[in-house]
């Protein structure tokens, strides 16, 4: 099973009776797991400070809790993170937060593990998927025996291996007696309560250092190689055991508090002490400040993922052995829009980029043929699929930061705008999934304070990036059953956008689409439209029969191509001299009807009416 | 024949583009591998990978199975289910590994909007990195079956006698899986990964 799979599991064993999360790559599985143990409570949260709060309150009930989320995830929660670790715990809480290292999808790459440092947690480091299994339970006997809630730091190399993994066994029945206790000194974090509690929270700290230094999470792997010992945590170790199988390598499985000494009885038995950490220096500065000689990031990469063939040659460096050239793990595409592929200089490879592409017949195509047609914008985006049409062909959204920041980057940009700028038409683009998360907030901002912003929100009725999963535009819980279903024009008219701004439209019907975006971008208000077709990837999306390119009517004008569909495709180019002597390239295309589900979107960019249904079509 | 390299494991590497089953013929690999009472590690990199990007997944198994990715280099087979893909990863193989190779085309819009073309003969340059081929039309096979989405099981037929267990266990792998979910789907896919069998052996 997977990394996401066994902390679920885990966490079920451990008799965790409340798990919440927000989905996000790549932790999102974790959930998807929990919520098929039907004697656990589950629930997709709205964002993920709601997430942990929810978790919060399911232990001060006296039930363990998990909740999940990616590691921007926790930049949100932090909030509630900073103060609950004053707090404390009464049901076992953990924290499971999943480090995209490499970035395969997210806006940054960050290391979760300076948050047990920041809040004055313990940090769990599993390795692989059996790790993940075991160490979550371990960390619900950790986080009530301490009294603190724990973080379990897992990366890509954990969420989404496979491996085999032997389940501890039945489901423990584990109630804390009492139930909710009123303790106002220690639960009400007002000034004078909090600062009693902060004492306690260092106490709690050097206990977990000594249990560190104590703990068979921390162990020596012996080797007879004493030329390096190693110090490595998560993944890392399994890639320094597979490239160096003789060396002593401590590996870190509770990584905070760090078990100094026995660092330090380590780097006394081997010539050189390496530490191997995904992603940032952060048990070497650790290790510096206590005065034990150690590299680290000085011969180690600082971001992206590590494997054994990056650890070899910088290891063969330090050792002053040859260093034979290996090949790089990725070839590296070259950026869009590159006049030619350029070859990649350690394979000698040349093959063109293939980038993440919008689904066939996605909702969202059409919003961005038509914000490439209008002249004059400064388009905000946020997070999610639509993020995609910051690419070819669209190049139709200017900026992307964060969950929801769409709406206060809009109205900045208004606000802040220069006289260059005098004209421009302020659009901002959000999913319905990121609307609810964090965007809601903004647009109150922008109808407050007057800005003058198009609102795109895209309801697509399903957090489309992550897989679909359902959240409350759907009207399904995390277990596709029937609940309640928001509504989008109430929620905007509450939030203070007038009636008549707001407009809902199905994103297929382009002429409609073009003529509400056009009138609204001149109105000098806050306005919204809400575009209301499902996301391809949902059971209630319904395909239609294909459509084709009758060969004789294509004029080979390429207007098509600008929709952006993965379905359409060019069978030949030509390029013909117009009566005016200018050179014209033609693209003639044709569909994968195999791929097209009949969306009807591309036909109406066709002059010459040359896509046509197919005849005699049947979908197997 | 490759069968295990030098330390016991062994390297599979799945390569194509979202959508295409790419990790569900990996999932089968590893399942396979798995009952057969390896140690079995497999990744991919998910997320993005739905939408129509480059997809890899990683299958390793052996005595006992340490980092989840292949080092490039150490691919004992490669199984490209798409022509450029195949090429875009074949520096993965090691010296003698295998390249199973759909020469089935799926260019991407940036190639389709005519940013960048798309390469003349894959095929013919992963030979000439002196890499031994295995190329054929796995889709046309497919849709001759009749669904596109058997290109899945034809690839596995195809690469089914360089496993270092017998393509009959690997079928039955196939088959059991297909006969919990899908049990129509029994016999086309029998007839699919027969297919890739042969046409596997009819290329070399």
Known sequence: ?620 | MPNVSDNDITNILVAGIGGQGVMTAAEILAQTALAQGYDVKKTEVAGMAQRGGVVTSHVRFGQRVLSPAIPPGEADILVGFEPAEALRWCSHLRPGGVAMVSTTRQAPPVVNLGLFDYPDDPVAEMQARGIDVHAFDAGAIARDLGNFRLVNTVMLGAISRYLPFSPEILKAQILDRFRARKPKLVEINEKAFEAGRKAAEADS
């Open chain 1, 1 to 620: 099973m997977s990394g996401n799979e066994a902390v679920a599991l885990g966490a079920w064993t451990a008799g965790c009776r409340v798990a919440a999360a927000y989905p996000g790559t790549p932790s999102t599985e974790i959930l998807e797991y929990a919520s098929q143990h039907r004697d656990m409570y589950t629930e997709w949260s709205i964002n993920e400070k709601v997430s942990l709060e929810v978790a919060i309150g399911a232990s001060l009930a006296g039930s363990r809790a998990l909740c999940a989320m990616k590691h921007v995830g926790l930049n949100v929660a932090s909030d509630a993170l900073m103060t609950q670790t004053l707090v404390g715990v009464k049901g076992g809480l953990v924290i499971a937060v999943a480090d995209d290292v490499g970035l395969s999808s997210s806006q940054n790459e960050q290391d979760s593990r300076h948050w047990g440092r920041f809040a004055h947690v313990p940090v769990l480091e599993p390795a692989d998927a059996q790790e993940a299994h075991d160490m979550t339970i371990t960390a619900f006997d950790l986080s009530e025996r301490f009294g603190t809630p724990v973080i379990l730091r897992l990366t890509t190399r954990v969420c989404h291996v496979k491996g085999v993994v032997v389940p501890a066994g039945e489901r423990q029945e584990h109630v804390l007696p009492g139930g909710f206790e009123k303790n106002p000194a220690r639960l009400v974090m007002t000034p004078a309560n909090a600062r009693h509690r902060i004492p306690l929270m260092y106490q709690r700290e050097e206990e977990l250092r000594r249990y560190s230094g104590e703990c068979e999470l921390n162990r020596i792997t012996e080797g007879d190689d004493r030329r390096i010992g190693f110090v490595a945590s998560g993944p890392a170790f399994m890639h320094v055991r597979e490239a160096f199988p003789d060396a002593p390598v401590l590996k870190l499985g509770l990584s905070h508090p760090a078990p100094m000494e026995q660092i330090r009885q380590l780097a006394g038995q081997v010539e050189q002490l390496v530490v191997v950490e995904e992603v940032e220096p952060i048990l070497e500065t650790e290790i510096k400040a206590a005065g034990i000689d150690v590299v680290g990031k000085e011969i180690l990469p600082r971001i992206g993922e590590l494997a054994p063939h990056v650890l070899r040659p910088a290891i063969a460096g330090l050792l002053g052995e040859p260093v034979t050239e290996e090949p790089a793990t990725a070839p590296a595409a070259p950026p869009a829009k590159a006049p030619e592929v350029k070859l990649d200089p350690a394979t000698g490879i040349q093959v063109f980029p293939r980038p993440p592409t919008m689904c066939v017949a996605c909702p969202h195509l059409g919003i961005y043929y038509c914000l490439s047609k209008i002249k004059n914008t400064s388009i905000s985006g946020d997070i999610g699929c639509y993020t995609l049409g910051a690419g070819e062909p669209w190049n139709a959204l200017d900026t992307t930061i964060c969950m929801g920041a769409s709406m206060g980057v809009a109205l900045g940009l208004d606000k802040g705008r220069t006289e260059e700028d005098r004209d421009k038409k302020i659009i901002a683009v959000i999913g319905d999934s990121t609307f609810m998360h964090m965007g809601m907030q903004g647009l109150l901002d922008i109808t407050y304070n007057r800005g003058n912003v198009t609102i795109l929100l895209l309801d697509n009725r399903a957090v489309g990036m992550t897989g679909g999963q359902f959240n409350p535009a759907s009207g399904r819980d995390i277990h596709g059953e029937e609940a309640m279903q928001v509504d989008f024009r109430r929620i905007c008219e509450a939030l203070g956008v007038k009636s008549e701004r707001i407009h809902e439209v199905n994103p297929y019907e382009l002429p409609v689409l073009f003529k509400a975006l056009r009138e609204e971008i001149k109105i000098p208000e806050p306005s919204v439209i809400i575009t209301n077709q499902p996301c391809v990837l949902v059971e209630f999306y319904g395909a239609r029969p294909a459509l084709t390119v009758d060969a004789e009517k294509c004029t080979g004008c390429g207007n098509c191509l600008d929709v952006g569909c993965p379905a359409i495709f060019v069978t030949r180019r030509e390029t013909v001299v117009k009566p005016n002597g200018k050179e014209k390239e033609l693209a003639f295309v044709d569909i994968d009807t195999a791929a097209c589900t009949g969306c009807d979107l591309c036909p109406r960019t066709c002059g010459p009416d040359a896509i046509v249904p197919l005849e005699g079509f049947s979908r197997q």
